[in-house]
């Protein structure tokens, strides 16, 4: 069964439009994704622990961020305590299971930030967020996974991944333990486009047929539609879950300034995205 959604939005003078499609693929009997696509959130949540487990434990992430939609004004201290929920959430599901229960959690959600308008980005696992803008194409967030470490490390080069036995094993989850968020911060800019997805796309399509996607794509649901039907025409072998967003108004017009920023993966942040630095202390601290 394939869900979508397709909406225009706005959010204190920001103007966007969404698109977004999940769906269980052609390999497996249930889908473990949930994803929330309303202004002005713009979440992921991948499940893990099979059956009802997973998609219980990602449709917990989901719940704790529904206070947030449909508000012009949200703070970055209440993202924080959503994911700080979420995590509790998860693991109240997990404790009913007999193997246990968690999920990924990643996407935007834009917040007030020093009179303006910006992107939160959040995650934890191995989904991810995308963004074109201008004809270059970023990953904006760094997966939690063992094929990560290994590439930060030095053992795994990236033409290897996808024969790696153990490509699949993420390092941090929602509900397990030491398992922070990462956060990142950044101005919402016109004209950009950012994709939140799964790892059922990013496991069936290269950076580089991603970055034509949604270059070619048309709207933001076609482009969301045209990205999953690549997924699945290429094996479609986990669920999949896009979500598409345009900024059509109301951002500023171009931007070459760092986000504020935490310590932890500041390394591997500049190197992937060189105007992003991860924050968690100044997220953090607007939460008090």
């Not at 949200?74 to 994911?83: I, K, L, N, Q, R």
């Not at 929920?85 to 996407?107: D, I, P, Q, W």
């Not at 917040?111 to 959040?122: A, K, P, R, T």
């Not at 967020?129 to 996974?145: A, P």
Request: glycine share 10%.
């Amino acid at each position: 069964m394939t869900h979508l959604t397709k909406h225009p939005e706005s959010n204190a003078g920001v103007s966007l439009q969404c698109g977004s499609r999940t769906d269980v693929g052609r390999k497996r009997s249930y889908n473990e994704d949930s994803l929330l696509a309303a202004s002005p959130v713009f979440i992921v949540s991948d499940g893990m622990g099979g059956l009802e487990a997973g998609h219980r434990a990602s449709a917990a992430v989901i719940a704790e961020f529904q206070s947030c939609v449909g508000r012009t004004s949200v703070p970055a201290g209440d993202v924080v305590a959503a994911v700080d929920r979420a995590h509790s959430a998860v693991r109240a599901v997990a404790n009913t299971t007999v193997r246990g229960a968690g999920s990924t959690l990643t996407g935007l959600v834009l917040v007030d930030h020093e009179n303006s308008q910006h992107w939160l980005i959040v995650n934890v696992g191995d989904s991810r967020v995308y963004r074109l803008h201008g004809g270059q194409f970023q990953q904006l967030t760094v997966d939690h996974s063992l094929t990560q470490e290994r590439i930060d490390d030095g053992s795994l080069l990236r033409a290897d991944i996808a024969t790696f036995a153990r490509r699949n094993v993420i390092t941090r989850a929602m509900g397990a333990d030491h398992s922070v968020a990462d956060y990142w911060l950044r101005p919402v800019v016109t004209g950009e486009r950012l994709l939140v997805c799964s790892d059922g796309l990013t496991g069936e399509l290269t950076d580089e047929s991603i970055k034509a996607g949604l270059t070619l794509g048309g709207t933001t649901q076609q482009t969301a539609d045209l990205l999953l039907a690549g997924a699945l025409e290429h094996g479609g072998r986990d669920n999949i879950s896009v979500v598409v967003i345009d900024v059509t108004a109301g951002g500023i017009s171009s931007w070459q300034g760092a986000a504020i920023g935490s310590d932890e993966h500041e390394d591997t942040i500049d190197t992937r995205s060189e105007d992003t630095r991860p924050m968690r202390r100044t997220v953090r601290n607007a939460a008090r």
